[in-house]
Nanobody, 123 residues
Framework: EVQAAGVWGGLVQAGGSLRLSCAASGRFFSSYAMGWFRQAPGKEREFVAAISWSSESTYYADSVKGRFTISRDNAKNTVYLQMNSLKPEDTAVYYC????????????????WGQGTQVTVSS
């Protein structure tokens, strides 16, 4: 089982960029799909992006499509979220998550959640 772990966020101005990193622990990281979610104040947690275990497929919420890019480095057990053209409405706590099952197909069932990190986009 893969445990999603640390995430590092930050503060950025609107139109700027930020890259989130999530280091996961556990064996067989390369066989689990990974995802990013976010939760804004007063709102439910929402899906942001996911990447298949093979890195061949990526999925995005409509609200971030064309601005965010998810990627992974299996040698480092790390998944990334490159966020460009940030908007104030992207302000939220961001979480990474690992799929529950190995080698699964989309849609994934994320069962291991990392600590969230605050991303604040100022206008």
């Amino acid at each position: 089982e893969v445990q999603a772990a640390g995430v590092w966020g930050g503060l950025v101005q609107a139109g700027g960029s930020l890259r989130l990193s999530c280091a996961a622990s556990g064996r067989f990281f390369s066989s689990y799909a990974m995802g990013w979610f976010r939760q804004a104040p007063g709102k439910e947690r929402e899906f942001v992006a996911a990447i298949s275990w093979s890195s061949e497929s990526t999925y995005y919420a409509d609200s971030v499509k064309g601005r965010f890019t998810i990627s992974r480095d299996n040698a480092k057990n790390t998944v990334y979220l490159q966020m460009n053209s940030l908007k104030p409405e992207d302000t939220a706590v961001y979480y990474c998550a690992a799929d529950t099952f190995r080698y699964s197909d989309y849609p994934y069932r994320f069962g291991s959640w990392g600590q969230g990190t605050q991303v604040t986009v100022s206008s």
